[in-house]
């Protein structure tokens, strides 16, 4: 009997778990594309509202809204209703930000994807908040 490596087989399923970790990789770096080019396109909309020296923040915010999505002035309303409860109503009541509706608009619109079928895996708070300015 010769000395040669020994025969190495794989546990069943090795290989699927392989590649469905680089499918969550994949998805996770895809997700991070959609985030920060949403962010980047909101906060390019919001810059872009010059015309509306005088609009209060939720006005601003419910622009950027329509102009993104194309709903009209009750859809909008409704986007930012539902950004407020989730950001700005718990775990402290605050102001709603900027940060928060993109934050929204962001996570709806990764989940509305076909291929999001477990959720989102990208660390949205920290894209958001890396780019979009706190002071929006």
Known sequence: MGVGKPKHRTAPGTWLDGMLRR??????LRENQHLKRTCRECL???RGLG??????ARERYALVIK???GVDANGADAILQRAEESFATWPNERPLTFRDVVH?????ECLSDDKSQIGVRADVTMLVAKLIPANL
């Open 44 to 46: 390019q909309l919001y």
């Open 104 to 108: 929204y608009l962001a996570v709806t």
């Open 51 to 56: 015309e509306h020296p005088n609009a209060t």
């Open 23 to 28: 499918f969550n990789i994949l998805a996770a």
């Open 67 to 69: 102009r993104r999505t």
